[in-house]
């Protein structure tokens, strides 16, 4: 063999650092990933509660969206927390109302521009609630996000996690809770 020459061996081991070297890469990069997308999810849950307290929404559910309404005069809206509708179902209603029910249309385009519960583009329902704003995709979106991560599905009981979730800038609105 000569001095510039390398051996079966040596070149077993050095394609055996690099496939080291790229798996250990491989799991750094998953290790990011895996953490920067709970921190995004948590941003979009925080942006679709502050839409949720801020567009009207707790006016008929209730702050922490139980069909306990905050203003009398409101409708009375449903229990997300019980609810069985998903991410897809839930978009659809804020997006474009339930007509006759008191569920307002939150999207601006909703039946103009986007067809909605089945009715061709044109004017909106008459007997659709009015809505306090309307809301972008994107903050539909967000509380949609909020909704899935926070709401349905937690049952009845208000845990005092939640109500300060809800309540971060008032925690002592907080205490009766356990």
Request: net charge neutral; aromatic share 8%; with cysteine.
């Amino acid at each position: 063999m000569t001095k510039n020459s390398t051996s079966r061996a040596d070149v077993d081991h050095t394609r055996a650092y690099f496939m080291r070297c790229a798996a250990l890469s491989l799991a750094v990069g998953l290790l990011v990933q895996a953490t920067a997308a709970p921190a995004q999810n948590e941003d979009r849950v925080k942006a679709g509660v502050t839409t949720w307290r801020n567009s009207g929404c707790a006016d008929c559910h209730g702050a922490f969206a139980d069909g306990e309404k905050q203003r009398d005069e409101s409708p009375t809206g449903a229990n997300l927390r019980t609810t069985r509708l998903d991410g897809a179902a839930l978009k659809q209603t804020i997006a474009c109302g339930r007509p006759g029910t008191g569920m307002p249309a939150f999207d601006e385009g909703a039946y103009k521009i986007r067809a909605c519960n089945g009715q061709a583009l044109g004017p909106p329902p008459s007997d659709l609630y009015p809505t306090p704003r309307t809301l972008t995709p994107d903050e539909i979106d967000a509380v949609v996000t909020y909704l899935q991560a926070r709401i349905v599905g937690k049952g009845r009981t208000i845990t005092k996690q939640e109500c300060l979730f809800y309540y971060a800038d008032q925690p002592d609105w907080c205490d009766d809770y356990k």
